[in-house]
């Protein structure tokens, strides 16, 4: 049996159906792959501050170079510029803050005849690991910085944070070594008007993810308090039938 002509009934339809489909089918996988990641804003600060000291004493001292006590972590947590920098978070159903991302914008220049620098650093908790949050977090960074106009990110980091250096080569960093320390340098395209659009959808619809999330919450909060009350009226009706 001969395979039908392009100019026959099956091949058009085949043909018309392939580009309805394509589309379709990467927006799934797009969408399954999708992490809400939300702009953190100063009510977040008791959130932050949990986060941060929710780490273990050994990814303390990898996120900030030094092994940072309650104390200064809390100090921290409060003294974060929201007006001038950009932080990020990852919340799970219960919304308790998976991971983190700071984005440090620097006033002026760095260094002497270089271009402004955004500085990135993340955390992530044990129990959230393994999904792949920190190369998100970096990516959304990444676009945040470049819609501003940065031309360079840059990650200081201890030598031996092999996830963090990692999530910066596979990104297409240069990275540096200096004895304990590396820097991680990331050249960062002009921004466009897809770029701007792609994170303003992103911010809106991590929006979304939370408000839905705490609804959630609270729904779940009165149900469980409606159970509650219901078990402690058959618990008193019980005792007093058998009275």
Known sequence: MKPP?????????????APTWAPVAALQRRLAAWVPIRSLARRHRRRIAEH??????????????????????TRYAMNLDFERDEVLGIFNRRLQLLAMAHLAYAPAPQLPGKPAMAEFGVSVLQRGRGRGFGARLFER?????????????????????????????NAGATVERDGSESE??????????????????????????????????????????????????EESSGKAARQ
């Open 184 to 233: 991680a340098w990331l050249r960062l395209p002009p921004d466009t008007v897809s770029s701007h659009v792609g994170e303003a959808i992103e911010r809106h619809m991590a929006e979304m993810d939370f408000q839905f999330k705490r609804h959630v919450r609270v729904l779940g909060s009165i149900i469980d308090g409606v159970a509650e009350v219901k078990s402690q009226y």
């Open 5 to 17: 002509s392009p100019e026959s009934p099956a091949a058009t339809d085949a043909d018309a159906a």
């Open 52 to 73: 941060l000291l929710s780490l273990s004493e050994r990814d303390r001292y990898l996120r900030f170079g030094y092994p940072a006590t309650d104390e200064q972590i």
């Open 141 to 169: 960074a990444a676009l945040h910085a470049r819609n501003r106009g940065i031309d360079t990110l840059f990650i200081h980091a201890l030598s031996e944070n092999a996830p963090m250096l990692k999530i910066a080569r």
